[in-house]
């Protein structure tokens, strides 16, 4: 139990988030959250259901004199991305999160935090075991597997929501009000190699990328942010033409939803080339840091000689993956004609590993166009395929299309200015929120998003902010009141 974070207020939330972040949750292997929201709903006498793929629905009749105004569903997803710097020992499956408070920021220690989206799951908690809040009848929805695919939004059963109005607690900026998302599409590229015996002529080095910021590969690929795999295929690329080099490994970025932070790659070269290497590799290494200097000021790209390995990759395919990795769009392919700001189109680069035989390369495609969406999945398809690529889509989620007229917004936008003094901004967002696809599900009912502010999700410099989650608290308790009658 975290004391310091328990003495923070409101302290409903802060003890629902304490309570959360001490049990392991992530992405794909949620079995342990769930039965603790289910053990929360029953502890409370409330209607607890979960269906068949996971997802938790806790219902909660009307407080006095609200039981004629519309149902209002609640919704955060269970699962959090499970990040870690590379010098932090921790395991996602067994440990629970270690927080701490600096000064208005509640953070992690040398992992992500949890915040996305656990503050709106200890929100609704909070309603759900309040006997002094105003509000309608209420369903909580407790989704899962938000993160790495979608799978509880897609898999939700159409029966078991009455509700007329949805507001989802996973916004990350809170002065707005989401009232649109991206949709997305993972791209998975594979291809085979023979390994070739190591000449006993070469020298092994060691290129290590580390310390980016990474974040979020929807709501960060704006920034310009380093990519460790883009990177990486620049060295690999000058190292190959210049030097022969040869791959042994290569291990970079780690999940798709986040923009790749760390890259390693096992590298040999004919030992008389050993001083011109090193020379150009080293000039190189000093031009991309000049690049990348005001934006990642942690950044470090080492190369350290290595022990000679075993095993090099057959050249024909070497060169088709430094291609292709050198060819692979990564970052922001078009922005929103319509929203000022807004990015349209992405592809965030993810996830490289070269070893034993096997190369695999993911990608995750964003868009709030479904068209544009997979006019560039499929440009990245076919750049795969050229380099004999075998690439498959999946996991396909919609977007989610504003709708600027709704009842939900007007309620918003008025409480937002009474209690604030200034407008929110209403905006569309290039994150995959779920409300797209919920609202396949349930097509009539009325959605809208917002929450605290939440800077580096998806990173381990993840952290949320007390004084906005104060204010995200009022805000929700004051919208639950003002829900119209049916």
């Known amino acids: 139990m975290n004391k310091e974070i328990l003495s923070l207020e409101p302290k409903l939330i802060w003890k629902n988030f304490n309570a959360i972040n001490a049990v392991p949750r992530p992405s794909k292997n949620e079995e342990e959250i769930i039965k603790f929201v289910k053990d929360f709903g029953n502890s409370l006498n409330l209607k607890t259901i979960q269906d068949s793929v996971g997802n938790v629905v806790i219902k909660k009749p009307a407080s006095f004199g609200m039981n004629d105004h519309k149902t209002v569903v609640l919704q955060s997803h269970l699962d959090m991305v499970h990040q870690k710097n590379s010098n932090t020992e921790f395991d996602f499956l067994t440990q629970g999160i270690n927080m701490l408070v600096d000064g208005d920021w509640v953070k992690a220690r040398g992992t992500t935090l949890g915040a996305d989206n656990g503050l709106g799951v200890a929100a609704i908690m909070a309603v759900l075991e309040s006997n002094n809040i105003p509000h309608p009848p209420i369903e909580a929805l407790f989704t899962i597997d938000e993160e790495t695919g979608m799978t509880g939004a897609i898999g939700l059963d159409n029966t078991i929501l009455d509700g007329d109005i949805l507001l989802n607690l996973d916004t990350e900026e809170d002065n707005e009000i989401g009232v649109g998302c991206a949709g997305g599409i993972d791209i998975t590229a594979t291809l085979n190699y023979i390994d070739e015996p190591c000449p006993t002529s070469c020298l092994c080095y060691e290129i290590s990328i580390a310390g980016l910021q990474g974040g979020h590969s929807g709501m960060d690929i704006h920034k310009g942010l380093g990519n460790a795999n883009k990177l990486m295929s620049r060295i690999l690329y000058d190292g190959f033409s210049g030097f022969g080099l040869r791959i042994s490994k290569i291990d970079g970025g780690s999940l798709r939803n986040a923009i790749p932070r760390e890259s390693r790659a096992i590298v040999t070269i004919d030992k008389n080339k050993k001083n011109d290497f090193e020379f150009e590799i080293k000039k190189l290494i000093g031009e991309i840091n000049d690049e990348f200097n005001s934006l990642e000021p942690d950044f470090l790209i080492a190369l350290n000689p290595c022990d000679l390995p075993k095993y090099v990759m057959e050249l024909s395919k070497q060169e088709k993956v430094i291609k292709v990795l050198k060819c692979v769009f990564n970052g922001v ?9 807004l990015v349209e189109t992405s592809n965030n680069l993810a996830r490289v590993s070269v070893e034993n035989g096997s190369i695999l390369i993911e990608c995750l495609t964003r868009s709030s166009v479904d068209s544009s969406k997979y006019d560039l999945a499929n440009s990245i398809k076919a750049t795969f395929e050229l380099a004999g690529f075998n690439v498959e889509f999946s996991g396909e989620y919609p977007g989610w299309t504003p709708n600027m007229n709704s009842t939900i917004l ?35 009912m009325e959605m809208i998003s917002f929450g605290p502010n939440i800077k580096g999700a998806h990173s381990p410099d993840e952290r ?18 003002e829900i119209p009658k049916k």
């Not at 949320?464 to 009141?481: C, G, N, P, R, Y």
């Open 410 to 444: 007007r309620i918003l936008k008025k409480l937002y200015f009474q209690l604030n003094n200034s407008k929110p901004v209403v905006a569309a967002c290039h994150a995959g929120l779920e409300c797209g696809i919920l609202g396949r599900h349930y097509p009539k």
């Open 464 to 481: 949320v902010q007390i004084s906005s989650v104060q204010k995200f608290w009022i805000f929700l308790k004051s919208i639950l009141a």
């Open 333 to 341: 392919y078009r922005m929103s004609p319509d929203i000022n700001n």
